[in-house]
């Protein structure tokens, strides 16, 4: 895209970039513009092409990066804008550190997480190899205070680094749901003050989710030892779950067999947990390098269409540009490079896409729009391991090649994984489109970033249909901002009512099938949330379990509005929607 078709940055996304993104001087001022960030970028991602390609293509490869950033088709994930081309260069927003039952271990993973935290990183872990409470401690003829008491000192040393300078750690903590210490670990965050830092996620195994379908009890398993302790009713602990989603929105669940049977490197290991946001498993010190594509940019000139052959382009340069970043990156510990360079794992998704249903007048709630997102997401893969496939011919397959499902199949890749849909919170703020694959939040609400500032936002689309229509008025933008939707609006068309639907407009069936969409063709995870009314009953939320596990998704959360005391993102004339 030449450079006088750059678009230009909304007010939010100046603030963002200014409070986080942009280089400051020892007193905190401003020495560089956004321009010059995605310069920056650019011109040091560029730098890997000089192991393969001679320095005029190295300058080429900058351009193309520029352009590519520059027009917010394509973004990275926070830490390489951030960091590339600066001191600290870690590039990675997502990390899985292990944790085995020692003392020395937790101790090791924690300062290994301090690092992590402090270069601008998230951090998950698998906390179902920790002994449970009250089981013996042979070296100390002491007993063991359980993965909860273990996981409130990660909380603690999350909450006293700084993220890169800009915001606190952010992490996931798993527990096997047939770990002896699950109810516990199910209900820890009905307490709002216990585990601020983390995101829960229980893991429901195959086994469990037969014994719910068939109302059967299951085991329980001591780590330590591989016994079973004690039996508990499936339905129960299901229940309780479902309750503790319901009232705090933690946990959610991840189905981590079904993980595993998509493991492109299963001799290397086996999934025990994600990153922060879920959307991405990864084995013991692997990273992964996440991008985004504006699907918003990516219309026909007559904006009737998706031009694929821009898309296709993109998905391209997308993929070589978060291949770059993997040998461009300073990690954080030898043991994550060495995992990292073994796979070469890239997470390439999109945002944008609500704001791209709105431009083709599909309704989010629709069977239109389940198809829509199964041929965008299939081109989406299909294009991106072409890509990585031909990167293979030129650079060669990731190192530990041989041990993948890939090689029995005979497709040479250059990256373990090629899709992965994150949430893209301020990305989707920069690019100032609607966030990964979320309906619009709503048409006016304020979102909650960098340490609690509110940042108002209108949809810009509506208004300029509103105008183009002839039924805009600043009344109904005051009645738009009470409530952050237009449904039961009489000045507004009811065509335009299902085009412009938001999250809470949406059933939460729609929001699970959108998911199992894009899943269907990502090779990663799906970040995801279902979003329910305050008056929503524990009953809807089960559904909705049930329903990601039919449907095929690898694992799904939920949010009911008004359930925590804070959340990130409110209605503009109510605190909360």
């Not at 700084?162 to 996931?172: P, S």
């Not at 407009?505 to 063709?521: C, G, L, N, W, Y």
Request: proline share 6%; glycine share 6%; hydrophobic share 40%.
């Amino acid at each position: 895209m030449p450079l006088k078709d750059k678009p230009a940055l909304s007010p939010n996304a100046m603030t963002v970039l200014e409070r986080r993104y942009l280089k400051k001087d020892p007193e905190g001022r401003l020495i560089e513009t956004p321009d010059e960030m995605f310069r920056r970028v650019a011109n040091n991602i560029a730098e890997a092409d000089r192991r393969y390609r001679s320095p005029s293509q190295v300058a080429e490869t900058a351009e193309t990066f520029y352009d590519l950033i520059s027009s917010l088709a394509f973004l990275p994930n926070s830490p390489t804008l951030m960091n590339a081309g600066r001191e600290l260069q870690q590039l990675s927003a997502c990390f899985v550190l292990p944790v085995e039952d020692s003392l020395e271990s937790i101790f090791d993973a924690i300062k290994e997480t301090a690092l992590i935290h402090q270069s601008g990183g998230g951090t998950g872990f698998s906390f179902s190899r920790l002994r449970p409470k009250n089981d013996p401690v042979l070296s100390t003829s002491g007993i063991a205070s359980g993965p909860v008491s273990f996981m409130r000192v990660f909380n603690m040393a999350t909450e006293v680094i700084k993220q890169g300078g800009a915001r606190r750690g952010a992490n996931m903590g798993i527990l096997r749901v047939d770990h002896p210490d699950i109810l516990e670990f199910i209900t820890i965050k009905e307490d709002s003050k216990e585990m601020v830092n983390f995101n829960l996620s229980v893991a429901l195994t195959d086994r469990f989710m037969e014994a719910l379908r068939k109302e059967e009890r299951y085991p329980l398993i001591n780590p330590r030892t591989q016994n079973v302790v004690r039996h508990l009713p499936a339905r129960m602990v299901f229940d309780q779950i479902v309750h503790s989603a319901w009232m705090t929105g933690d946990p959610g669940i991840i189905f981590i067999d079904r993980i595993n049977r998509d493991n492109p490197t299963p001799d290397l290991g086996a999934f025990e947990a994600t990153n922060p946001c879920g959307e991405q498993p990864l084995l013991s010190y692997e990273s992964c390098n996440l991008g985004s594509i504006n699907l918003a940019t990516m219309l026909l000139q007559n904006r009737e269409g998706v031009d694929y052959t821009k898309l296709q382009e993109t998905i391209r340069k997308a993929v070589h540009f978060l291949d770059n970043v993997i040998d461009q990156n300073q990690y954080p510990l030898p043991q994550i490079a060495e995992a990292t360079y073994r796979t070469r794992k890239i997470g390439l998704g999109v945002m944008g896409f609500a704001d791209l249903l709105t431009e083709l007048r599909i309704p989010y709630n629709s069977n239109g729009a389940l198809a829509f997102a199964e041929e965008i997401m299939s081109f989406v893969r299909r294009e991106a391991r072409n890509a990585s496939a031909a990167l293979a011919e030129e650079r060669g397959t990731f190192p530990a090649y041989s041990q993948s499902i890939y090689a029995r199949q005979g497709l040479r890749l250059r990256n373990a994984t090629t899709t992965t849909i994150a949430p893209t919170g301020t990305l989707s703020v920069i690019a100032d489109c609607s966030s990964g694959i979320e309906p619009l939040y709503a048409l006016s609400f304020h979102r909650r970033v960098l340490g609690g500032l509110r940042l108002p936002e209108l949809n810009r689309r509506f208004v300029q249909i509103a105008r183009e229509k002839g039924f805009y008025s600043e009344a109904l933008i005051a009645k738009v901002a009470a409530t952050g939707s237009v449904q039961g609006l009489n000045e507004v068309p009811k065509e335009l009512q299902q085009i412009f639907m938001t999250a809470h407009d949406t059933s939460p069936e729609f929001h699970v099938k959108i998911q199992a969409a894009f899943q269907r063709h990502t090779d990663n995870a799906v970040s995801k949330t279902v979003n329910f009314p305050k008056e929503a009953t524990p009953k809807e939320v089960e559904e909705v379990f049930l329903l990601a596990d039919q449907e095929g998704c690898k694992g799904v959360t939920i949010y009911r509005d008004l359930s925590r005391e804070e959340q990130v993102l409110a209605c503009s004339q109510t605190e909360y929607c």
